[in-house]
């Protein structure tokens, strides 16, 4: 049976849903991570920088922006230092500017990903999967890739049937 890996970001507090700023207990992300793990099992990596991110929406976009731009990769709290024990390797995270946060980069970078399953997932208001899968392409060199999740993160608390299926069908291949 496949070895699980769910590496994700996902944001507490502020963040944007369907059009207005709400607060979040749990972010979008992590409840679909979750989802992943109840449907096909593994291990749950929780990505966290040492420096966080503005508690105000607004003010952590443009942190975010200004990291895209300078393809920046934030220190985080706790690194994976080895996927070895691993088969698939689901990435999980937000879609800041079409792309992962860089802190997710942070921690892939580090990794060896030869003879990997890499899936991809991305809560986003609108902008789907936008460049995750061709940036994992880059960065999870010599890596195999399944198809990848796009969930609207309004909906991620309703979205676990979709989510199981996905993964169940994507792992086993």
């Known amino acids: 049976m496949a ?24 972010g979008n992300t992590e409840i679909v991570a979750e989802f992943i793990q109840k449907a096909v099992g593994g291990e749950l990596f929780e ?3 040492v420096k966080e991110y503005a508690a105000d929406y607004y003010a ?3 942190e ?9 990769r934030p220190e985080l709290k706790k690194y994976l230092g080895s996927i070895d024990d691993y088969d698939n390797i689901f990435v999980c995270g937000p879609c800041w500017w079409g792309t992962f946060p ?3 980069f942070t921690q892939l ?10 899936m991809a997932v ?7 999967l936008g460049s995750c899968e061709h940036d994992l ?3 999870c060199a010599c890596a195999s890739f399944g198809k990848g999740l796009a969930v609207h993160g309004a909906d991620a608390v309703r979205s676990e049937s979709t989510v199981a299926a996905w993964a169940k069908k994507t792992a086993a291949k």
């Open 3 to 26: 070895k699980n890996l769910i590496i994700y970001y996902s944001r507490k507090g502020e963040n944007y849903v369907n059009g207005g700023i709400k607060n979040l207990a749990k």
């Open 47 to 49: 990505i966290k920088t």
């Open 60 to 62: 952590c976009t443009d």
């Open 64 to 72: 975010a922006k200004e990291e895209l731009r300078e393809q920046a």
């Open 102 to 104: 860089m802190a997710v």
């Open 109 to 118: 970078e580090r990794l060896d990903f030869t003879g990997k399953k890499v």
């Open 122 to 128: 991305m809560t986003h208001e609108g902008s789907g």
């Open 137 to 139: 392409k880059k960065i």
